[in-house]
Nanobody, 123 residues
């Protein structure tokens, strides 16, 4: 059984920064692409960023391009999301997920999720 544990959320003002981390259990972390999603109250979970198995390619939703950076450390079974220039519309619960099927932007492409970490950005 795979467990994903996120950390690093919090409350910041507009323009601030946060770094989210997700630690995975198990020995096959490097076999899977990983992604970050977010879910605001009353909205569906949406794609934020994804990274390939070796970290050689990254993908972002348009609204975070240039502000967020996804990275991974396979030796530490960790995937991170550096979030800069935060905006109130970034407020959501952020989830990391393990991608097991094609289509990195789709929720159904991920088979394991963390419990989520709250990010709140105030104006």
């Amino acid at each position: 059984q795979v467990q994903l544990v996120e950390s690093g959320g919090g409350s910041v003002q507009t323009g601030g920064s946060l770094r989210l981390s997700c630690v995975a259990s198990g020995r096959s972390f490097s076999d899977y692409a990983m992604g970050w999603f977010r879910q605001a109250p009353g909205k569906e979970r949406e794609f934020v960023a994804a990274i390939t198995r070796n970290g050689g390619a990254t993908y972002y939703t348009d609204s975070v391009q240039g502000r967020f950076t996804i990275s991974r450390d396979n030796a530490k079974n960790t995937v991170s999301l550096q979030m800069n220039s935060l905006k109130p519309e970034d407020t959501a619960v952020y989830y990391c997920g393990r991608q097991s099927y094609s289509g990195y932007t789709r929720v159904n492409s991920y088979d394991f999720w963390g419990q989520g970490t709250q990010v709140t950005v105030s104006s």
